[in-house]
């Protein structure tokens, strides 16, 4: 985090209500934050950002083949597509972008992707089970890790965004909260709702999306040229130090001013927590 972002505050992000002092549970709709106990964050769809099917879908368990047509529409996590099937008939098919990124990837510190199906009114993805839930549960009881806890953590997590990034997809929302633990304490990144898959390299992205405290300068302050897979980096640095210290770098009571911290890269460590030289740099 030894970057400096400048920039004034974009007008639509300011005023917004306070987030809670949990705020790295909290995924904020930006920039108008929904009330509620889970606050899901996406300034625009973000099917806006999964590719496109392609042009012949297979379904291989009803035997059937579709051509895909013309974009019929797209909400917060999803796009319906017009198909005709192998005698003419048309219909409408629906794609969700979690359920496209996350089927793609294994990694041993990934959540498995077992399957997906769907009922009358709802659709299912049948993932890993967790059973030490989360690294918040984790800060909540100890307050804080040590170095060595740290460094254990963040090299499975590097290893998870190295994998990812590989395969050109962004997570932006790498935070405490999506990062689980398995009965062996084993790390592993979950929640891709808000990630995103580049189709070309060098392109960037413009959605603002992400959990206040851990979002990046690029996304809030730079849209004009986008963001890539720098956000993600940004997060891991925010994720090490709420672990070492105990709470985010630019936690404060107030969302607006932890925008304005982060675009002046605001940040200190409490010198009442001892950390290392390494640790800081």
């Known amino acids: 985090m030894n970057r400096r972002e400048r920039g004034a505050l974009p007008r639509e992000l300011v005023g917004r209500e306070r987030p809670r002092e949990d705020a790295d549970r909290d995924r904020q709709k930006l920039p108008t934050p929904p009330q509620g106990e889970e ?8 099917s806006r950002d999964c590719p496109p099917p392609p042009l012949v879908i297979l379904d291989e368990k009803a035997g059937a083949k579709y051509s895909r047509g013309d974009l019929l529409g797209e909400g917060g996590f999803a796009r319906c597509y017009e198909v005709t099937n192998a005698v003419g008939v048309r219909s409408a098919v629906k794609l969700i972008a979690e359920i496209r990124i996350h089927q793609m990837m294994e990694h041993d510190h990934i959540v498995r992707f077992d399957h997906v199906f769907e009922d009358t009114e709802n659709v299912y993805m049948i993932l890993e089970i967790c059973e030490n839930r989360t690294l918040v549960d984790m800060l909540k009881k100890r307050k804080r890790l040590t170095e060595p806890e740290v460094r254990y953590i963040m090299w499975q997590l590097l290893d998870a965004v190295r994998y990812m990034h590989r395969l050109g997809i962004i997570h932006r929302d790498v935070k405490l909260g999506n990062l689980f633990l398995t009965k062996d304490m084993r790390l592993k990144l979950g929640d891709f709702g808000l990630a995103t898959m580049l189709k070309h390299d060098g392109e ?15 996304v809030l302050f730079d849209r004009a040229n986008g963001h890539s897979f720098e956000v993600d980096i940004w997060s891991l640095g925010v994720v090490m130090y709420t672990l070492l210290i105990g709470r985010p770098p630019f936690q404060t009571k107030d969302v607006n001013a932890i925008y304005k911290k982060i675009r002046d890269n605001s940040y200190e460590f409490p010198p009442q927590i001892p950390t290392s030289e390494n640790a800081r740099s």
């Not at 606050?39 to 973000?46: D, E, I, Q, S, T």
């Not at 413009?206 to 979002?215: F, L």
């Open 39 to 46: 606050r899901r964050a996406a300034a625009g769809p973000a």
């Open 204 to 218: 960037r992205k413009k959605t603002i999306c992400g959990t206040p405290n851990y979002i990046a300068p690029e």
